[in-house]
């Protein structure tokens, strides 16, 4: 259809006849209501004078204006960056007088990746031993030396330097990586406890433990031990120079114990004498027996001629004593001085080289006995030794599985006192650690421990152990102490004041209900120049009984029955009966561990 003719363009009715579209149209039943009820702008009703359409106009930019404004101050309060944490303050902006933390779930990406975008990577490290819970925002955190080194390399030596004041919790959180670890097969070695604070744990574990002391056991320093058996069982080029080594082993043990009793390192000349006479011995020995500082004596007296050669006698008796009575004076020392018959009778037990794990409990020797300890400790520490080093010769020559190592050197002011061979001792360790498979953690109280030893040399290698460490771990210190650890391991000052708040209490209760020491479980670790992970330690009720060091602080009764209870523990651990006792135990399958850190 198309219109006919029309002269007005805009008439789109014009040219058409009436009805062409038909008699019904959409606009048929069009009820028009009357002009005064019909909804019109102000400029409609009323009077239409020029006026009044000027004041209608003027009222209606006014609206318009205002309705502007209130849409730029919402877009204003709705942007990103300014909506305050509960709601902007504009109307439909969501305010709310109180706000309700959100409720915090744990789960593994598969399970929460259909919440986006409310999931959120908890930045805590989650490769190793289950430790505590970071203290601001409760995720896991795991971590031990070991595994920080191997898996997650996160440092580039496998050691552990702890630092915080007594009773703060620094051996309970290393008890916990001992069981982690050894869940994973890793053998941990204690070849020294002086407390005991992990013979208990290690009972647990189904280790072995070797107690020193005078009238308690005894170890023969002249034993090759384990890398004896190693050397013999390897054969070939390899067990020769496994010998070689076990031999130099039990020379400078020899040579350390004479240093602690005299009080002065042993000279050259002496060194080749005693070389030569345990030479001359172990030709003499059957494989499989074992020699002791009598017999050694016994050939220093005799004098066979290969020992007399490098004493340069000249086949003169009288240079002959001369030359090794200082040696002969200084082991008769040893037999009846001061280290009583501790190393000179016959091991009274060995450390079983596939044992799951091994303590030297040295706790009995007396706190003054510095000299037994200290010998103790270094015998300790070269048959422990002597066990990693034969467990990797047997590795590599493929006749037993690559085992690793954890061990722990606790109370470390104790050993750096004690003699200066062992700093010597220690610094090698930490150096060696790597090659040796052998993670390690040191534990004190203060930097200060390394300032009190004698000599310069030996406080600028004690230095170094913190600065070497990989990890560092600091329970509560006071904040000069953090200052000074500031400036060797680079610490904020958030972080210092945060561990130096842990070291006083919070307030003065008057009815001591609570008994909990101000930052005991808590701990800074620090990697490096990384921020410090602050964490909180919960131990279970079986870690609690395995290591309370507190207990001669609690009336007697009260005592005797924690000790039944713990002893308890300990056999029902052991046993693998784990029913009826009063924690949750388990942690061989490394269970407990995983509910420690949950809590
Ligand atoms: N996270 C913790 N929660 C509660 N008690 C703890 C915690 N850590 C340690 N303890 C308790 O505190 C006492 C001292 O712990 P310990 O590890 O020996 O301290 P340190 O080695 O720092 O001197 C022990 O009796 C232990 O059971
Ligand atoms: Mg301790």
Known sequence: MTPTGGARPLDLGAGWPRHASGPVTAMSDLV???????????????????????????????????????????AKANADDSVPHRGSYVLGGGRVAPLDPPTMWRATTVQACGLWPFASGSGAPMTGVPLGQHLHTGATVCGDPLNWFTRARYISNPSLFMLGMPGLGKSTLINRMLIGLSAQGVVPLVLGDLKPDYADTVRALGGQVISIARGVGGLNILDPGAMGMAAARIGGQAGQALAAETHGRVLNMVAALLTIVRGAPISDHEQSVLSACLRHLRERTAVGQTFRL???????????????????????????RDAVDPLHRSLLGILDGPLGDTFAAETSTRIDPDATAVCVDISRIGEADG?????????????????????????????????????????LWRPLRAASGIVDRIDALTRLNRSLGLADAKITHTL???????????????????ERAGMVACAGLPRAEMEDLGRVVGLSRREIELVSSWSSPPGWAQDGGNEEPP????????????????????????????????????????????????????????????????????????????????R
């Open 294 to 320: 009598p017999d050694l004596l016994n050939v220093l007296e005799e004098g066979p001629p290969r020992v007399r050669q490098v004493t340069l006698d000249r086949g003169q008796e009288a240079r002959y």
């Open 371 to 411: 000299q037994l300890t200290a010998a103790a400790m270094l015998a300790a520490w070269s048959d422990g030794l002597g066990t990693v080093a034969a467990s990797h010769a047997l590795a590599d020559a493929g006749l037993a599985p690559r085992r690793w190592f954890f061990t722990v050197l606790d109370e």
């Open 32 to 74: 028009v209501p009357a002009a005064e009820a019909q909804d019109r702008e102000p400029d409609e009703t009323g009077k239409q004078t020029t006026r009044a359409l000027r004041r209608a106009r003027r009222q209606q930019a006014q609206q318009d204006a205002a309705e502007r404004r209130y849409l730029r101050r919402l």
């Open 519 to 598: 930052g005991r479980g808590r701990f800074l670790i620090k990697v490096g120049g990384r921020p410090g992970i602050p964490i909180r330690v919960a131990i279970t009720g079986a870690e609690r009984h395995l290591h309370d060091t507190n207990t001669r602080w609690i009336a007697n009764g009260e005592a005797e029955r924690l000790l039944a209870e713990r002893a308890a523990v300990v056999r029902a651990v052991t046993g693998g009966d784990l029913s009826g006792t009063a924690g949750p135990t388990g942690h061989r399958d490394g269970r407990e561990q995983q509910g420690a850190g949950h």
């Open 448 to 466: 200060k421990d390394a300032e009190a030893l004698g000599n310069e040399a030996d406080k600028a290698k004690a230095r170094g152990f913190v």
